[in-house]
């Protein structure tokens, strides 16, 4: 199962681009808890800005798994056994939607 939307992708793409100068971190409340977004932020009339949270950073009360991912014991630190599979499986997941 994939989450990843195309507005997901588009705002990956907004990050990474050096066309948008608009773009920082946002000290932000996650749940009611301390946290950090990625915003892009636009003047939307006189005296008035908008903020477009883009990501949230992870908070320590946030539990993550990664459907599919393999346990492992540690001691391998974490990384991919092989980087180039590991690449083309992500790759495969940012890809933007066929229109």
């Known amino acids: 199962m994939n989450h990843i939307t195309p507005g997901h992708v588009r705002a990956f ?3 990474r681009s050096q066309l948008y100068d608009n773009i920082t971190l946002s000290s932000c409340l996650v749940n009611g808890e ?6 892009m932020i636009d ?3 006189e005296d ?5 949270p ?7 009360s946030m539990q993550l798994a990664f459907p599919g ?5 540690g001691s391998s630190g974490g990384g991919p056994n092989d980087p180039r599979e590991a690449f083309e499986v992500n790759k495969g997941l940012t890809a933007p939607a066929p229109c």
């Open 13 to 15: 793409q907004a990050v």
């Open 48 to 52: 008035k800005i908008a903020i477009m």
């Open 34 to 39: 301390p946290g950090v977004a990625i915003v």
């Open 43 to 45: 003047q939307v009339g």
């Open 54 to 60: 883009l990501f949230v950073a992870i908070t320590e």
């Open 69 to 73: 991912a393999r346990e492992t014991d």
